[in-house]
């Protein structure tokens, strides 16, 4: 595997299963214990955050990034604990609330395709919280 080659380990026991399961390779970097998280991306909204996402050089290569707008949408979406308190942290790290309009709108849509009401009250809280509005 070319992660393997380049120094990334898993993160946990049964990669293979929890990738299938969440559709996220949790990997750390063994030299610097950078962990990296690598989303495996399927049709439909995971399309519009890779077109969405940013190039930026990691060493000799250029990766795409999701930008913090969607990261913040991807986790709401999942909707656990450590996803709250990972998206309150980027919007206090970011102090910005000119993204909030967009996460906002990608939310409403994943809601209505969904047939859900709750990610765009979950994301008032969480801007709450961190002070983003």
Known sequence: MALGAAG??????????FAEANRVLPLV???TRLPVDVVLAGPGIEDLFFARAEQRPIGDVTVPVASAE???TIKVLGGRTKDLDDAAAILRARRWTPGLHRVRETLRQIQQA??????VAALERIATRAGAR
């Open 8 to 17: 990334f380990e898993p993160r946990v026991g049964d990669v293979a299963a």
């Open 114 to 119: 969904l047939d859900r009401s709750d990610l």
């Open 70 to 72: 969607d990261v913040v």
């Open 29 to 31: 970097h063994a030299r």
